[in-house]
């Protein structure tokens, strides 16, 4: 038996009220059933045995209305899916992770048997449908039970084995997609790393350690290149000068002009 749905935020409230509500409803019931069937029968059977009677059955009444009362069920809708959710469903503690069974005195809008803890939140046990790739999922939203709306330490279903499958397939798939997502990223951060690194080694020279024989062999090869560049530019100096035309009437400046030239490319040499 349901009253319809209530807003989390109440529910801990009726809770707490649904023990006097209880006891309000069938003892005015009471009241109202033997003052009727006093007034009825008393015309027509006087005496004490027959109010007695009524009395009697007028308790029997108030004991299966209690009963049915008592045995009323509380809950909410899901602020996300919509769908009921009974504050009698098994549950554990997000505190202590103690399993609460006994729900008809610690139902998830009292407290823990185990720790005395209050829960602030629910997270809603129902299956929704998902997209085309994942399909059925667990709705998991957070119904808050108080005015803080704290996410941390609440209290969630004892799934059964096919609600805890549908779960567990949807986690791990969420586990695969972003272990693949992490991969990738890691792919192209590398990439880009590579890249990096190759446009600074083609930028930057790195210097070249010689061993002695080679800084040897440098320093030969630049002296015999600059012997026999300064001999062939002399060689070529002195060819131009013997077919120079205004020097064929001054031999004299002729030879001053070619021991010039000699003395330079000896000075070069050494």
Same mark, same amino acid.
């Given at each position: +038996?349901?009253?319809?749905?209530?807003?989390?935020?109440?529910?801990?409230?009726?809770?707490?009220?649904? *023990?006097?509500?209880?006891?309000? @409803?069938? *003892?005015? #019931?009471? @009241?109202?059933?033997?003052?009727?069937?006093?007034?009825?029968?008393?015309?027509?059977?006087?005496?004490?045995?027959?109010?007695?009677?009524?009395?009697?059955?007028?308790?029997?009444?108030?004991?299966?209305?209690?009963?049915?009362? =008592?045995?009323?069920?509380?809950?909410?809708?899901?602020?996300?899916?919509?769908?009921?959710?009974?504050?009698?469903?098994?549950?554990?503690?997000?505190?202590?992770?103690?399993?609460?069974?006994?729900?008809? @005195?610690?139902?998830?809008?009292?407290?823990?048997?185990?720790?005395?803890?209050?829960?602030?939140?629910?997270?809603?046990?129902?299956?929704?449908?998902?997209?085309? &790739?994942? #399909?059925? @999922?667990?709705?998991?939203?957070? /119904?808050?039970?108080?005015?803080?709306?704290?996410?941390?330490?609440?209290?969630?279903? $004892?799934? #059964?084995?096919?609600?805890?499958?549908?779960?567990?397939?949807? =986690?791990?798939? +969420?586990?695969?997609?972003?272990?693949?997502? =992490?991969?990738?990223?890691?792919?192209? *951060?590398?990439? $880009?790393?590579?890249?990096?690194?190759?446009?600074?080694?083609?930028t930057v020279k790195v210097p070249v350690v010689k061993s002695p024989r080679e800084r040897m062999q440098e320093?030969? !090869?630049?002296?015999?290149?600059?012997?026999?560049?300064?001999? &062939?530019?002399?060689?070529?100096?002195?060819?131009?000068? =013997?077919? !120079?035309?205004?020097?064929?009437?001054?031999?004299? #400046?002729?030879?001053?002009?070619?021991?010039?030239?000699? /003395?330079? *490319?000896?000075? /070069?040499?050494?």
């Amino acid at each position: +038996m349901s009253f319809g749905p209530h807003h989390p935020l109440a529910i801990r409230r009726e809770f707490k009220q649904k *023990a006097l509500m209880n006891y309000a @409803v069938v *003892a005015a #019931g009471f @009241v109202l059933v033997v003052a009727g069937a006093s007034a009825f029968l008393s015309p027509i059977w006087p005496g004490f045995f027959p109010l007695l009677s009524a009395d009697a059955v007028s308790l029997g009444l108030a004991y299966i209305c209690l009963k049915g009362l =008592e045995g009323r069920e509380i809950g909410f809708s899901c602020t996300k899916c919509k769908k009921w959710i009974s504050v009698n469903t098994p549950w554990v503690c997000g505190v202590c992770g103690a399993s609460n069974s006994n729900v008809d @005195v610690f139902p998830f809008c009292n407290r823990c048997e185990s720790c005395t803890d209050l829960p602030k939140a629910y997270k809603c046990h129902h299956v929704v449908s998902g997209d085309d &790739d994942v #399909g059925s @999922v667990p709705c998991e939203n957070l /119904n808050f039970l108080s005015q803080d709306r704290q996410e941390t330490n609440y209290a969630y279903c $004892l799934q #059964g084995k096919s609600e805890a499958s549908v779960s567990n397939k949807h =986690e791990e798939k +969420m586990r695969k997609r972003k272990e693949q997502s =992490e991969e990738k990223e890691q792919k192209i *951060a590398l990439a $880009l790393l590579d890249a990096k690194l190759k446009a600074a080694r083609a930028t930057v020279k790195v210097p070249v350690v010689k061993s002695p024989r080679e800084r040897m062999q440098e320093d030969f !090869d630049k002296s015999m290149g600059a012997l026999f560049s300064s001999e &062939d530019i002399a060689a070529a100096q002195i060819a131009e000068l =013997e077919k !120079d035309p205004k020097f064929e009437n001054d031999p004299s #400046g002729k030879e001053r002009r070619k021991e010039w030239i000699n /003395n330079w *490319a000896r000075r /070069n040499i050494q």
